[in-house]
């Protein structure tokens, strides 16, 4: 499974973004798919996640309200929708496929797609 991630951009505080991630792969339907930051010095930290069939979704609490995960497995592709930006937002954002584990923790994804680059200015 190969995994880009695309959409990253400069957004003044309160504004959107959407971000998509593109799958190539036959078995990528099967792959619960996460989103993952990493700000300037900080570790890469979970942000959200959806299972497989889009059944099930997962959020850091900080961005819940604000942030909605969504996938279209017809077209291989998991968005994240970003509303109310934060300059605390500021990061690379990275999607990842799971392997196994917890769907919380990075240890846990197998494939890593390139990351965007989300700048939010105050």
């Known amino acids: 499974v190969q995994l880009q991630a695309s959409g990253g951009g400069l957004v003044q505080a309160g504004g959107s973004l959407r971000l998509s991630c593109a799958a190539s792969?036959?078995?990528?339907?099967?792959?619960?798919t996460g989103w993952f930051r990493q700000a300037p010095g900080k570790e890469r930290e979970f942000v959200a996640g959806?299972?497989?069939?889009?059944?099930?979704?997962y959020y850091k609490d900080s961005v819940k309200g604000r942030f909605t995960i969504s996938r279209d497995n017809a077209r291989n592709m998991v968005y994240l929708q970003m509303n109310s930006l934060e300059p605390e937002d500021t990061a690379v954002y990275y999607c990842?496929?799971?392997?196994?584990?917890?769907?919380?923790?990075?240890?846990?994804?197998?494939?890593w797609g390139q990351g965007t680059l989300v700048t939010v200015s105050s």
């Open positions: 792969g036959r078995t990528f339907n099967s792959y619960t």
């Open positions: 990842a496929a799971f392997g196994s584990g917890s769907v919380y923790d990075t240890h846990g994804y197998k494939y």
């Open positions: 959806i299972r497989w069939d889009g059944g099930f979704t």
